[in-house]
């Protein structure tokens, strides 16, 4: 992203030596190193609140309503008071338990889906990719079609006739779309390296497919795998958002985007409550932007050409 | 300019019609998993919701005869999926007398302007910024300026237009009014007509829902359009290029952004899905009137043909796109007219 902000310090030495450098590690790279840091910073917080903040309080009734973080005044001239230090919103939960309880809730309804499509991704990635014919004719279709359908409607359809669903069953019917792109990466990364020298290699010397498949082609796929893997979260948690957004998601322990959706039902921007809406929004956001700069130093660490642009 | 190999266009028709069929056989799978009498479940779902139903007797009567519950069910699917492939989408049953059909026909115009417009703007800005920031003749000061502009990437669009709506409809008041409108698509008692003054409406109003889609996306494309030349860059006709002495516009225009784009195309294609998504949700942020409103209105109103009706076309809507923009890649890459693909 940011072009002026050379790798070559980092990644220790100039160019010239970089060849030589036993310390040139790709995995040293600013944008992943950066990305993760927040991400383990936000865990770190998150922990730390389970140990020191009394997570009850984001129960509906555990606190006064209404009020504004320490420093602020609210509309009707309340000061913040330190037992509330981020505020409360509007039925009395305590904003800071909110976001210790929610954030983790969010990002793990990511994890999840985005663990279940890759799973299905790697297995038919590699089918396609491997198998060819009309398994792979089979198995691009299906992706082409998947990746065509914007998936938030199909949820909508979904959720409008289910009752009230956990957030891991939402994980699960969001992974029911976050196979298709993984697929699509891992069948074409598989197709390239099928035809590179060292599975030629393998494939001479009589090694079976499933070792060619998984010890071969699979360690070299690992950078790609996990840049997809990322990518695969921020989607599953856009649509997990996406949906709380629209009041369907799990009410009496709240995630940030349900937290989201009530400060927009109860009109907190009209009524100034920026703490209720605009924290989570920052925090969510912050995330998202730390997943995209893993994300893109994972791509930097796969691909060489990438990484000589900086 | 080629023509398409036969094998491709009737490749990518396959996928549009799988497409249409699979959201069609979806949405009549879904409701009959749902435990218990889908009519009747809703009829209670919308009493419980509103304590009283205009014409309950009239609503039962004429989804009962749509569906045809009495029937088998492959008997009610082929009728469904004939029904809905003639866009017979059936009533809405939060605005009784209004089918589907009227109600998306008012309402697609508009995401399709919305969604359109943004997508003209952040692919097209997008990837000058991305072949600006890979050019070697870029000025220094760009080269600062544009990775800070791209700050917002990936932050979900619904999520920065509450913050826009904050900013532009709260914090920044000229004349105690507030910078842009937060409501709507045009001024409030204004009648759609083709005036200068309702166009200039329809932009002022559309402004910060398309910033807010346009500016945590165009990174996207400026990082995906970065990468492509800098691939490019290491070829070797760009070497002769510059040994021919071409003009550097000449070779940026030409040489590289023409070559770059292409990829750039297909991952439009594979983008519009997450596209509509995010407009989707923006639509409801800005209660602009849109398909996303609509979708909102069902969902609150539990007028679940509303929601279906709805989802199909705008999936019907994003497959068309699709279509359109892997038919047009030929006529950009020549070359695809010669392999099959």
């Not at chain 2, 990518?12 to 409701?31: D, E, K, M, Y």
Request: charged share 10%; net charge neutral.
């Amino acid at each position: 992203m940011a072009e002026n902000t050379s790798d070559a310090p980092v990644a220790g030495g100039t160019k010239e030596a970089g060849l030589l450098n036993r310390f040139d590690n790709p995995w040293l790279n600013w944008k992943f190193l950066t990305g993760a840091g927040i991400i383990g910073f936000i865990f770190f917080l998150i922990f730390l609140g389970n140990q020191l903040w009394d997570t009850e309080l984001a129960l509906a009734g555990a606190s006064p309503l209404n009020m504004p973080p320490v420093g602020f005044t609210n509309w009707r001239n309340q000061e913040g008071i330190p037992e509330h230090p981020l505020g409360t919103e509007n039925s009395g939960r305590d904003m800071l338990a909110l976001l210790i309880v929610g954030t983790p809730r969010t990002i793990g309804v990511g994890a999840i889906a985005a663990s279940v499509g890759m799973a299905v991704g790697i297995l038919l990635g590699f089918l396609a990719g491997f198998v060819g014919g009309w398994v792979d004719d089979v198995v691009r279709l299906a992706t082409d079609v998947t990746i065509t359908i914007p998936s938030l409607l199909v949820l909508i359809v979904i959720q409008a006739v289910l009752p009230r669903i956990d957030l891991l069953t939402m994980a699960l019917l969001i992974s029911m779309f976050a196979w298709a792109t993984p697929t699509r990466y891992i069948r074409a990364q598989v197709l390239s390296m099928r035809e590179s020298g060292y599975v030629q290699m393998a494939r001479l010397s009589g090694v079976p497919t499933r070792d060619i498949m998984y010890r071969e082609i699979m360690p070299n796929l690992l950078p790609y795998l996990a840049a997809s893997y990322i990518g695969n979260m921020t989607g599953a948690i856009l649509s997990a958002v996406g949906l709380e957004l629209l009041g369907f998601g799990p009410q009496r322990i709240p995630s940030l985007g349900v937290t989201i959706f009530w400060s927009i039902e109860a009109a907190a921007l009209l009524r100034n409550m920026w703490w209720w809406w605009g924290i989570p929004t920052v925090i969510l956001a912050v995330v998202f932007i730390a997943l995209l700069l893993i994300n893109l130093g994972l791509d930097e660490i796969a691909n060489p050409r990438l990484r000589k642009a900086n | 300019m080629g023509s398409f190999s036969l094998n491709y266009l009737l490749r990518r028709l396959l996928v549009f019609f799988l497409t249409v069929w699979v959201a069609a056989t979806l949405i009549f799978i879904i409701p009959r998993l749902a435990p218990g009498d889908p009519i009747q479940a809703m009829i209670a779902r919308m009493t419980q919701f509103e304590g009283y139903v205009e014409n309950a007797d009239l609503i039962i009567e004429a989804w009962r005869k749509r569906f045809g519950l009495d029937d088998p069910l492959y008997v009610q699917y082929f009728r469904f999926i004939g029904n809905t492939l003639r866009l017979d989408l059936g009533y809405s049953m939060a605005n009784f007398p209004a089918t589907v059909y009227e109600l998306v026909g008012r309402a697609l115009p508009w995401t399709i302007g919305l969604v359109g417009i943004a997508t003209f703007i952040f692919f097209t800005v997008g990837n000058l910024c991305g072949a600006l920031l890979a050019w070697y003749r870029t000025p220094k000061w760009l080269k600062v300026l544009i990775p800070m502009s791209m700050t917002f990437t990936s932050v979900p669009p619904a999520l920065f237009s509450l913050l826009l709506v904050y900013i532009f409809g709260f914090l920044i008041r000229v004349n105690n009014n507030p910078l842009f409108p937060q409501v709507g698509a045009y001024a409030r008692g204004m009648a759609p007509e083709f005036t200068l003054e309702f166009f200039g409406s329809v932009l002022y109003h559309g402004f910060l829902p398309a910033m807010s889609i346009v500016l945590v996306t165009f990174g996207f494309w400026a990082l995906g359009m970065r990468g492509m030349m800098v691939t490019i860059e290491g070829e070797d006709y760009m070497i002769l290029a510059q040994a021919k002495g071409l003009k550097p516009f000449y070779v940026l225009y030409r040489y590289m952004i023409r070559n770059a784009i292409l990829p750039q195309m297909t991952a439009l294609a594979v983008s519009i899905g997450t596209l509509i998504n995010g407009s989707v949700l923006v639509e409801i942020m800005f209660v602009y009137n849109g398909m996303g409103s609509l979708i909102y209105s069902g969902i609150a109103n539990q007028d679940f043909g509303l929601i279906q009706g709805t989802s199909f076309i705008l999936i019907v809507t994003s497959a068309l796109a699709v279509l359109i923009i892997d038919l047009t890649y030929p006529l950009i890459d020549p070359r695809i007219s010669l392999e099959g693909r």
